[in-house]
């Protein structure tokens, strides 16, 4: 197997990096998007969607394929809306699920054709259900809604505690308000910023950590939920707001589980929490039975996205993964163009208080098919890498022949210079000796 890859910053770019290689690190997931293919249709819709989806496969083929240290985005980049790439920050998480919408509304059209390819999107789609009882006539209302990643509310320090009643627990993945300028559904301002909402805008200490840990807060999600006071629940049987109680569960457990932890505060002083949440290479969610029981579905931790930062309008996004490295599991730091190795103790203990967890990526044990074999590469796409590659190595030969210092074709290690002043790449590093992440 060869040496990760890099991803070129183009300015700002790092939340899209961090995404791309964390979603990278999914064999079966890659396998799937290399299946799509463009139908040819007219629909504004679909084409916006078709373009981000080929861009996606052409960054998975020079991620596994190319000999350079490092691939460039810049193509996947311009089919993003454009408030996506003004240079200015942006969230890690919201550019995966507007990529993720894509690959939705892509798939949905291939549906329509007599052969169906497998389906990416299912593949980090989950499903919860929601059921409201009224405390007055015991009247119940239901609901399923599908997500694609788990919103996990966090502890603030000036309450000391956890929101109780967080006004939203799933990300969901049809709740769509507006369009962009490229024609495809996204909710820009809508759930995600509500939820964020719910945090504290004080900047968060490690004090409370202790007392926490990601295992904790995934089973709070679904805690039975009181509805009283400003918050009750409008009865239809009652035709009146009445006190309630909601309650959640999972119904169908992503075979690829994202957590986000909610971090970001969006109010006027827009700041983040950065309270560390201990968590391992190991989760279990709780899972409701058909039969009215609930049991657990493992996961293994296979990535994570880190924000560098204080606020949600400044700092740097990186990620850790694990990946096959000669034919064996190792995790990598994967930081802009910089690739270096490391082990989950680094993983877990991220040094600066700046530097947080906050995109957590596991995949279910029970359906595991992170081989060491590496997927196909559809033929018109490793044509276009292999050519790069020869380039490469040309390019590479003249400079050795003019004296010059050759383009070493890619064996990526130990290149990663970290920021040990706590800003930028935010002083990260094998070795680390500190106590949460």
Request: charged share 20%; aromatic share 8%.
């Given at each position: 197997?060869q040496?990760?890859?890099?991803?070129?910053?183009?300015?700002?770019?790092?939340?899209?990096?961090?995404?791309?290689?964390?979603?990278?690190?999914?064999?079966?997931?890659?396998?799937r998007v290399?299946?799509?293919r463009d139908?040819?249709?007219?629909?504004?819709?679909y084409q916006?969607?078709?373009?981000?989806?080929?861009q996606?496969?052409?960054?998975?083929?020079?991620?596994?394929?190319?000999?350079?240290?490092?691939?460039?985005?810049?193509?996947?980049?311009?089919?993003?809306?454009?408030y996506?790439?003004?240079?200015?920050?942006?969230?890690?998480?919201?550019?995966?699920r507007y990529?993720?919408?894509?690959?939705?509304?892509?798939?949905?059209n291939v549906?329509?054709c007599?052969?169906?390819e497998?389906?990416?999107?299912?593949?980090v789609?989950g499903?919860?259900?929601?059921?409201?009882?009224?405390?007055?006539?015991?009247?119940?209302?239901?609901?399923?809604?599908?997500?694609?990643?788990?919103?996990?509310?966090i502890?603030?320090?000036?309450q000391?505690?956890?929101?109780?009643?967080p006004q939203?627990?799933?990300?969901?993945?049809?709740?769509?308000?507006?369009?962009?300028?490229?024609?495809?559904?996204?909710s820009?301002?809508?759930?995600?910023?509500?939820?964020?909402?719910?945090?504290?805008?004080?900047?968060?200490?490690?004090d409370?950590?202790?007392d926490?840990?990601?295992?904790?807060q995934?089973?709070?999600?679904?805690?039975?939920?009181?509805?009283?006071?400003?918050?009750?629940?409008?009865?239809?049987s009652?035709?009146s707001?009445?006190d309630?109680?909601?309650?959640?569960?999972?119904?169908?457990?992503?075979?690829?589980?994202?957590?986000?932890?909610?971090?970001?505060?969006?109010?006027?002083?827009?700041?983040?929490?950065?309270?560390?949440?201990?968590f391992?290479?190991a989760?279990e969610?709780?899972?409701n039975?058909?039969?009215?029981?609930?049991?657990s579905?493992?996961?293994?931790?296979?990535?994570?996205?880190?924000?560098?930062?204080?606020?949600?309008?400044?700092?740097h996004?990186?990620?850790?993964?694990?990946?096959?490295?000669?034919?064996?599991?190792?995790?990598?730091?994967?930081?802009?163009?910089?690739v270096?190795?490391?082990?989950?103790?680094?993983?877990?203990?991220?040094?600066?208080?700046?530097?947080?967890?906050?995109?957590?990526?596991?995949?279910?044990?029970?359906n595991?098919?992170?081989?060491?074999t590496e997927?196909?590469?559809p033929?018109?796409?490793?044509?276009?890498?292999?050519?790069?590659?020869?380039?490469?190595t040309?390019?590479s030969?003249?400079?050795?022949?003019?004296?010059?210092?050759?383009?070493?074709?890619?064996?990526?290690?130990?290149?990663?210079?970290?920021?040990?002043?706590?800003?930028?790449?935010?002083?990260?590093?094998?070795?680390?000796?500190?106590?949460?992440?």
């Amino acid at each position: 197997q060869q040496a990760a890859r890099g991803i070129d910053n183009l300015g700002n770019t790092c939340y899209l990096s961090a995404w791309l290689q964390a979603m990278f690190t999914f064999q079966e997931f890659r396998r799937r998007v290399y299946q799509a293919r463009d139908l040819g249709q007219s629909n504004s819709q679909y084409q916006e969607a078709s373009k981000v989806v080929q861009q996606l496969q052409k960054v998975f083929a020079f991620l596994q394929c190319s000999q350079k240290s490092s691939i460039t985005p810049g193509e996947l980049l311009q089919c993003l809306p454009a408030y996506m790439r003004t240079g200015g920050q942006q969230d890690s998480c919201e550019a995966g699920r507007y990529i993720l919408s894509c690959i939705e509304t892509h798939e949905k059209n291939v549906e329509k054709c007599p052969r169906r390819e497998e389906s990416a999107i299912k593949m980090v789609e989950g499903q919860m259900r929601f059921v409201t009882r009224c405390h007055c006539c015991g009247a119940e209302s239901k609901r399923n809604e599908t997500f694609w990643d788990l919103c996990v509310p966090i502890p603030n320090e000036s309450q000391g505690k956890l929101d109780q009643q967080p006004q939203h627990r799933v990300t969901p993945t049809a709740n769509v308000d507006e369009m962009d300028d490229g024609g495809v559904s996204v909710s820009r301002d809508g759930d995600r910023m509500q939820e964020h909402d719910q945090l504290s805008s004080s900047t968060q200490g490690d004090d409370l950590a202790n007392d926490v840990s990601l295992s904790q807060q995934v089973r709070k999600l679904i805690q039975p939920e009181k509805l009283c006071g400003t918050e009750q629940y409008f009865c239809d049987s009652c035709n009146s707001k009445q006190d309630a109680t909601r309650f959640c569960g999972i119904e169908i457990p992503p075979e690829i589980l994202q957590v986000t932890l909610l971090r970001f505060s969006m109010s006027e002083i827009s700041q983040k929490n950065c309270i560390k949440i201990p968590f391992d290479t190991a989760l279990e969610l709780p899972v409701n039975n058909t039969d009215g029981g609930m049991s657990s579905q493992q996961y293994s931790l296979q990535a994570v996205v880190v924000h560098s930062g204080t606020s949600v309008n400044s700092g740097h996004y990186f990620s850790y993964v694990e990946r096959s490295e000669r034919a064996e599991q190792r995790w990598l730091c994967c930081n802009d163009e910089h690739v270096s190795l490391a082990d989950f103790t680094s993983v877990q203990n991220l040094p600066s208080h700046r530097d947080t967890a906050y995109i957590l990526f596991y995949h279910q044990v029970s359906n595991s098919k992170q081989t060491c074999t590496e997927p196909a590469v559809p033929t018109v796409l490793k044509s276009e890498v292999e050519k790069e590659n020869l380039q490469v190595t040309a390019e590479s030969v003249k400079g050795f022949q003019n004296g010059a210092m050759p383009i070493v074709p890619h064996r990526n290690g130990g290149n990663f210079d970290p920021d040990t002043s706590g800003g930028g790449f935010g002083g990260l590093g094998p070795g680390s000796s500190w106590g949460v992440a």
